[in-house]
């Protein structure tokens, strides 16, 4: 039984969804519960209601991220924010201006989508030049059925795709 009514529930009762038999359950059961979650999104605190600050993977009734600086530009904004807060350092004052942190805000999730979107390009367009010419007999999963096709999953390369299916004319 798989229990979604918190994040914490959810996270152990798949991190207990496993079989010794089928070795791949627990990470395609993963794979489907992750897909239909709202990916997480920078936003300026006061732009949106307050219970959509809940981070439900985390089971975090209010949450923030950052790491040093270094790593990414959301990170350098909340250091700035930060600093701009205490009276620390006032370079970058017009970001408590919640409406220009807010457009801050939407283009580093803008720029995250079109990363995340050049690195899957990346790897379908190497994937495909890796199978070029060569035939493959793997074991594959699938991850669900729709009416005019199915989604599999080929672990042994990590690759996921979805196979039309098509009526043969009689």
């Given amino acids: 039984e798989i229990k979604i009514d918190t994040g914490k529930q959810l996270a152990d009762t798949l991190n207990a969804a496993t079989d010794e038999k089928r070795p791949y359950l627990n990470t ?12 997480a999104v920078y936003f300026a605190s006061g732009t ?20 040093s600086p270094i790593r990414r530009y959301a990170d350098v904004i909340v250091h700035r924010l930060l600093a701009v807060s205490i009276q620390a350092d006032s370079t970058y004052a017009s ?9 801050v805000a939407e283009n580093i999730n803008y720029r995250h989508r079109m990363a995340q979107y050049a690195g899957r390009a990346s790897v379908n367009l190497y994937t495909h030049l890796f199978f070029r010419n060569r035939k493959r007999d ?19 390369y990590g690759l996921e795709g979805t196979l039309f299916l098509v009526k043969k004319s009689k």
């Fill in 28 to 39: 395609m059961l993963r794979m489907i519960a992750t897909r239909c979650m709202m990916q």
């Fill in 48 to 67: 949106i209601e307050e219970p959509l600050f809940k981070h439900y993977g985390l089971a975090c009734p209010i949450y923030t991220h950052f790491t």
């Fill in 95 to 103: 970001l408590v201006d919640k409406k220009q942190t807010q457009k």
């Fill in 138 to 156: 793997e074991t594959g999963y699938i991850l669900y059925i729709r009416q005019n096709a199915v989604q599999v999953l080929i672990p042994r």
